[in-house]
T-cell receptor
Framework: AQSVTQLDSHVSVSEGTPVLLRCNYSSSYSPSLFWYVQHPNKGLQLLLKYTSAATLVKGINGFEAEFKKSETSFHLTKPSAHMSDAAEYFCVVSGGTSYDKVIFGPGTSLSVIP | DAMVIQNPRYQVTQFGKPVTLSCSQTLNHNVMYWYQQKSSQAPKLLFHYYDKDFNNEADTPDNFQSRRPNTSFCFLDIRSPGLGDAAMYLC??????????FGPGTRLTVL
């Protein structure tokens, strides 16, 4: 079965320090992987995506993620957190066991301390 | 601009009174999705269409139905809303296995 695990339900960092949000997936095939962000009372916005090209993916607002097939991971990082990064982050897997199946992770809430 | 449009943005209904939410897209994507999102939770996939092929999630209640009359439009019908159905309903579209484009959502209140 296909699944997505976000290891931390909540992460708190100080402004200017690095951010690491962890995502692991299980899939029988080579999936596409995405990170979405949702600010309070706002819609979902794509941060970045992996679709079988380069394993290190750069996204918007300084975020990047590395696809590691051997570890079945797709962790999201940012070198320096900004107050505006405080939001909910979702890791999403698409096309794993079924060509059109989409699975959302449970989400990680990121807090940024001034 | 190409986009995903949801109407209405806010819907208030009474317990048991049927309601229909609509979604339209100008992106010409072949996949359309309906999600339910409750406060502080991840979006929960209800069903999706790949072209005209309908795919229902196993745990989607029978109370929820969907129609996709053409590529551009998709509807979510809630036949007898209960208090537990109050939520944000999100429509999304994509090409197969590619990023999803989300609409702004419809906030459903059940009185």
């Amino acid at each position: 079965a296909q699944s997505v695990t976000q290891l931390d339900s909540h992460v708190s960092v100080s402004e200017g320090t690095p951010v690491l949000l962890r995502c692991n997936y299980s899939s029988s095939y080579s999936p596409s992987l995405f990170w979405y962000v949702q600010h309070p009372n706002k819609g979902l916005q794509l941060l970045l995506k992996y679709t079988s090209a380069a394993t290190l993916v750069k996204g918007i607002n300084g975020f990047e993620a590395e696809f590691k097939k051997s570890e079945t991971s797709f962790h999201l990082t940012k070198p320096s957190a900004h107050m505006s990064d405080a939001a909910e982050y979702f890791c999403v897997v698409s096309g794993g066991t079924s060509y059109d199946k989409v699975i959302f992770g449970p989400g990680t809430s990121l807090s940024v301390i001034p | 601009d190409a986009m995903v449009i949801q109407n209405p943005r806010y819907q208030v209904t009474q317990f048991g009174k049927p309601v229909t939410l609509s979604c339209s897209q100008t992106l010409n994507h072949n996949v359309m999705y309906w999600y339910q999102q409750k406060s502080s939770q991840a979006p929960k996939l209800l069903f999706h269409y790949y072209d005209k092929d309908f795919n229902n999630e196993a745990d989607t209640p029978d109370n929820f139905q969907s129609r996709r009359p053409n590529t551009s439009f998709c509807f979510l019908d809630i036949r007898s809303p209960g208090l537990g159905d109050a939520a944000m309903y999100l429509c999304a579209t994509s090409h197969l296995r590619d990023e999803q484009f989300f609409g702004p959502g419809t906030r459903l209140t059940v009185l």
